[in-house]
């Protein structure tokens, strides 16, 4: 049973934009904390750009000011608007949904990744 299914990578040029998207489960989505994560090549995934179930917002400095993330609660998908990219975006984006239980437990959830291409 997948339950996040990212979309929207692909091959673009510096300066081109492209829009990532995450596709979630119901019963995961509800309440949950989202995110984007980056795999570069030869690098650690690290994250890029998050919002809480309320809608709040927060980026890596490297994307502030080009990158946007959104959530859509009534379509359980969270977006990823990528503008000014550049060849260090170059890697696999995963989606991450992160659901809170009793006291310090919580679960996460990840996508299989979409592939992003930036040509110089």
């Known amino acids: 049973q997948v339950q996040l299914v990212e979309s929207g990578g692909g091959l673009v040029q510096t300066g081109g934009s492209l829009r990532l998207t995450c596709v979630v489960s119901r019963d995961i989505f509800s309440g949950a904390f989202m995110a984007w994560y980056l795999q570069a090549p030869g690098m650690p995934r690290e994250l890029v750009a998050s919002i809480t179930s309320g809608g709040t917002s927060n980026y890596a400095d490297s994307v502030k000011g080009r990158f946007t993330v959104s959530r859509d609660n009534a379509k359980n998908t969270v977006y990823l608007q990528m503008n000014s990219l550049k060849p260090e975006d170059t890697g696999v984006y995963y989606c991450?949904?992160?659901?809170?239980?009793?006291?310090?437990?919580?679960?996460?959830?990840w996508g299989q990744g979409t592939q992003v291409t930036v040509s110089s």
């Open positions: 991450k949904a992160r659901r809170y239980g009793k006291g310090w437990d919580r679960y996460d959830y």
